[in-house]
Each structure stands twice: as structure tokens, then as C-alpha cells.
Nanobody
Framework: QVQLVNSGGGLVQAGGSLGLSCEAS????????VGWFRQAPGKEREFIAS????????HYEASVKGRFTTSRDNAKNTVYLQMNSLKPEDTAVYFC???????????????WGQGTQVIVSS
């Protein structure tokens, strides 16, 4: 029912910025919370941010707080993740996910985007 498409990844130098998009389709997507996760090679999928589509509240993991910002555009049915002051350790595949409520565990989200690669060079 709910389909998510990740886009915006790429190669960026340390200290640079990159914006990711999560475009959604589905009749009730606006009622879903959206989480952002990333997974580096050989590591577990890591929660980094979330946004409540109904209330507009956001939450960030400590490692990205102050550098990353998630926002939404309901008219475009899209959630964004703006990443600033990027570090080499931010290198990972980034995923957006939709669920019934905000959470920090991957199992709390039902629908997932395909992911987009972000590489930060030192």
C-alpha cells in the first residue's frame, strides 16, 4: 500500500552537505511517522532521525544532532533529510521508513525505501 523511494545520495567531501529525499505514495501516508536509518558495511542498521507526519515533531540521534535536519512537504508527499557538516563516518546507505508511530528500532517501521548511498571522503 505505502511505497517509499529514496534519492539524493552521492559522493561529498568531509564538511560538505547533501540532501536526501523520501517520496511516498499511499492513501494514508500523511498519517505515518517516518524514520531515517543508515547502514555502513559490516554494521547494523542505525537509527538517526524521525519525524511525525501528524504533529511535525522530530528526534535525532546524538551522533547527528545539530548537523542533520529532517522535514516534510505534505503537498509533495515527501520527507527530506538535510545533512550538513558531513564526516567520513557518515558514509553509509541511508533508508527512510514509515510506521504507525515514531521509534528508534527498525522493527517499529513497516515500509522501507530502497536506500541511497552516501559516501563522505576525508
Amino acid at each position: 500500500q505505502v511505497q517509499l523511494v529514496n534519492s539524493g545520495g552521492g559522493l561529498v567531501q568531509a564538511g560538505g552537505s547533501l540532501g536526501l529525499s523520501c517520496e511516498a505514495s499511499g492513501r494514508s501516508f500523511s498519517s505515518y511517522a517516518v524514520g531515517w536509518f543508515r547502514q555502513a558495511p559490516g554494521k547494523e542498521r542505525e537509527f538517526i532521525a524521525s519525524i511525525d507526519w501528524s504533529g511535525g515533531s522530530t528526534h535525532y540521534e546524538a551522533s547527528v544532532k545539530g548537523r542533520f535536519t529532517t522535514s516534510r512537504d505534505n503537498a509533495k508527499n515527501t520527507v527530506y533529510l538535510q545533512m550538513n557538516s558531513l564526516k567520513p563516518e557518515d558514509t553509509a546507505v541511508y533508508f527512510c521508513a514509515a510506521g504507525r508511530a515514531v521509534g528508534v528500532r527498525p522493527t517499529e517501521y513497516e515500509y522501507w525505501g530502497q536506500g541511497t548511498q552516501v559516501i563522505v571522503s576525508s
